[in-house]
């Protein structure tokens, strides 16, 4: 017998982490699958799974693809002073004045941050859910490896929020200029949120669809 198959999951062992406390619980007894199974110690209910996992995801999910489209082609921002009146700015045009300015590297920086980052965790989300949905035993550790890269890149891609909301607390002069945000932003904000939601709705042990959740009843 190989050390594997000497092993015992949770689920066979009928063991329940609560997500909230951490308190490790054992099921002594079969019970009905429709009892509730509340945590000893803060009684927030226990699964084996999160419940509706893909559904969750897929739904953050695809809200999140929608708005990345009008994140990428509507104003995150306007600048207006006493000489050039009001200029709009999207995320690509940003990028463009930034490269045809010369600054490539901050170019690509912002580049990477808010188009490619946010598209590859949308890509990456939807293998993962797809792969999930069909009980998929393909490259089962890299695709482990893939959701904690997308869980651990999270909030980075808030970038271009964080720089347009600090340019319109610091520039600020009245009938002279200023900067204000504009509806793209809220847009990529929600795209970026999203994506979060998403990988935080995704129950990664569905990668291993062999565990099988445990009979409660006999």
């Known amino acids: 017998m190989s050390e594997a198959s000497s092993l015992q999951t949770g689920a066979q062992l009928r063991l329940y982490?609560?997500?909230t406390c951490g308190r490790v619980s054992q099921?002594?007894?079969p019970i009905a699958d429709s009892t509730p199974l509340p945590c000893p110690r803060c009684a927030t209910p226990l699964h084996h799974r999160r419940p509706r996992s893909l559904q969750r995801t897929w739904a953050y999910?695809?809200?999140a693809t929608i708005l990345y489209i009008p994140a990428n082609l509507l104003p995150i921002m306007s600048t207006s002073n006493v000489f050039q009146g009001e200029t709009?700015?999207?995320i690509?045009?940003?990028i463009e004045e930034l490269r045809t300015g010369g600054d490539w590297l901050l170019a690509l920086i912002v580049f990477i941050a808010s188009i490619a980052v946010p598209m590859l965790k949308i890509g990456a989300l939807l293998v993962l859910v797809i792969t999930a949905?069909?009980?998929s035993r393909w490259k089962q550790v890299e695709r482990a490896q893939l959701y904690r890269m997308i869980d651990a890149v999270g909030h980075w891609s808030m970038l271009d929020v964080f720089v347009v909301v600090l340019l319109v607390g610091t520039i600020r002069f009245g009938p002279?200029?200023?900067v204000m945000p504009e509806p793209g932003l809220l847009a990529f904000g929600a795209v970026v949120v999203l994506t979060m939601l998403a990988a935080g709705s995704f129950d990664p042990r569905l990668i291993w669809p062999e565990?099988?959740?445990p009979q409660r009843h006999p």
């Open 88 to 90: 709009l700015h999207t």
């Open 133 to 135: 949905q069909r009980r």
């Open 61 to 63: 999910l695809i809200a």
């Open 211 to 213: 565990e099988e959740a």
């Open 17 to 19: 982490g609560c997500p």
């Open 176 to 178: 002279l200029g200023g």
């Open 92 to 94: 690509l045009g940003g």
């Open 27 to 29: 099921l002594l007894h």
